[in-house]
């Protein structure tokens, strides 16, 4: 099969078809990703405060923020981009329709020979569907902060926990057994890379926002001059510069760019 000819550390089934999507194609490393977008902020005068908002009052023509360190700021107009967590600590005047779901993500530790041998592995995206695997994604062996490398590949599990409250989900960040997942991630990995030579395996938690129309809500609420860009739907890293400059677009002309539909990322409350 020419895709298993081509790349020859993937190995799928004769019915599997691919398409290779050529260079910038690639992969970001997220770490990188958010330390140039910190960057661009704080050069053009963006202040940045490692803190949490628990509170958003509207006060006169105004919003007053409050954070759990104690500040306060006011503003004219807000911008509520708290992702899986925005419908969380009273930012926004009524919930938005947002499935939260956790996620498992495997690192499968390499030798840095390995590494090297992979480095040429086109990311993937494997729409493949099983009882209990659904939408592998896989990113060749990356250096970590911890000096080892790892190749990252995360999907969805029929072991995937629904959300419906905070309290779950910092349940599942502090406490939540995500190596239970290990067996089946191990599985779905070795399925279609059996050669693949791993030293070790870990697991990392973490969570997923869904809208109701599968694109970022990005909009209006009901309080004037306070604003939303949250749902991620698993996939908005990728294009957040693009995204950010949508709602950036959306606070300062309170619509969608013109060559977007303003029901492009309508915000949907419960
Ligand atoms: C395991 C996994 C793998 C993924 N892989 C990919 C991928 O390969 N490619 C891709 O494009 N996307 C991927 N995604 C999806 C991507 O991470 C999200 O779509 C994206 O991060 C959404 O961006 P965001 O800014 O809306 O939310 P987030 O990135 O979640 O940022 C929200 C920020 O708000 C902060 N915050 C929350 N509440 C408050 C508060 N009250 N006060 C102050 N700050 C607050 C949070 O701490 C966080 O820093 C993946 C997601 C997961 C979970």
Redesign the pocket.
Known sequence: MAINKAFPDYSFSDSAFGMLEQAPSG??N?LQL?QAQLHVFKKHNGDVYN????KIDSVNNSYRIK??EGRTFTSHQVLV??????N??G?LPRPLDLELES???LLAQVSSEEAERLSKLP?LLYEVETEKVEGI?L?QPVLYPDGAHYI?M?CNLNTDITFQNLEQIQSWFRHGDSESNISLLREALHSFMPKLDVLSYKT?K????RTKHKQ?YIGPTERKNLFV????????????DA??EIAAHFVLHENTPSDFSAQSFEPVVI
């Open positions: 992969h970001i997220p958010i803190d949490t908002v628990v954070t759990t981009t708290a992702g899986a967590f925005s969380f600590f930012l996620e498992t993500v990311s994604y990113v990252k995360g990392k973490c969570i997923i926002s970022c860009a949250a749902g991620g739907n698993g996939y908005s890293a990728m294009c957040s995204l950010g």
